[in-house]
């Protein structure tokens, strides 16, 4: 499985983007799928995940009504709306595939495959 991130960038406060992960290779039945970011100086943190077939969400809660994850099932991508960001939410994102998982999981070492990262910087 190859996980390409897509859409980060520079944005001040209070703005949005939107990030993608194209997923390809091998296919599997099911997955769970998340985001997760890794600020200079501090390890990978949790964001958000969804299981890919039944579509059930989970948040951390710093991100919870200002993040939304989601996928689009037909074109193997997973999405990140970020709305009103911080300064405190710069970091790499990266994506992350589970196969076969049935429920969430908010741990690095629940996923086996990652995507390279892209960079989010919120100004202030």
């Known amino acids: 499985v190859q996980l390409v991130e897509s859409g980060g960038g520079l944005v001040q406060a209070g703005g949005s983007l939107r990030l993608s992960c194209a997923a390809s290779g091998r296919t599997f039945s099911s997955y769970v799928m998340g985001w997760f970011r890794q600020a200079p100086g501090k390890e990978r943190e949790f964001v958000a995940a969804?299981?890919?077939?039944?579509?059930?969400?989970y948040y951390t809660d710093s991100v919870k009504g200002r993040f939304t994850i989601s996928r689009d099932l037909a074109k193997n991508t997973l999405y990140l709306q970020m709305n009103s960001l911080k300064p405190e939410d710069t970091a790499v994102y990266y994506c992350?595939?589970?196969?076969?998982?049935?429920?969430?999981?908010?741990?690095?070492?629940?996923?086996?495959?990652w995507g390279q990262g892209t960079q989010v910087t919120v100004s202030s």
């Open positions: 969804i299981s890919w077939i039944g579509g059930s969400t």
């Open positions: 992350a595939a589970q196969p076969h998982a049935i429920v969430i999981d908010t741990t690095t070492g629940g996923y086996d495959y």
